[in-house]
């Protein structure tokens, strides 16, 4: 077997989609066009996670690790490693650009998304489903 075909680095820098549930019936969300809303994600196997979390984490080495100091890392990282979303995301009635500033402020305020994208980008698994579908 070729390790190559293996390479997780490689997979997960191409990002992970992400398709929204709600968060109390888990149907997927959609557009006004009847698309699933989407965010995608750089798994926690690429460069830019690896980097992004050893340099937040070097910048607040003396800094006690409490459990909300370990959200704010994550939120961090995701952050900095979301790559795209869906052109309809919108907050409070505006269409919402694709940013880390603009990432930063929907995994803050909804949590039960910050979530969903976590669980998905840390399953390896999910590297393979994602990029078998393309």
Sequence with gaps: M????LDLEK????GVRVELNHPGTGEVLKDSKGAPLY?????RDSSKWKATHKRLRAKDADKSTTMDAVDDLL?????ECTVDWSAEME???????CSKENAAKVYKQFGWISEQVLTKVTDRAAYFLDHSAS
């Design 2 to 5: 070729d390790l190559s075909s």
């Design 11 to 14: 997979l997960a820098s191409e």
């Design 39 to 43: 965010i995608v994600c750089m798994g």
């Design 75 to 79: 939120i961090s990282i995701m952050s």
């Design 91 to 97: 907050l409070e009635g505006k269409k919402l650009a």
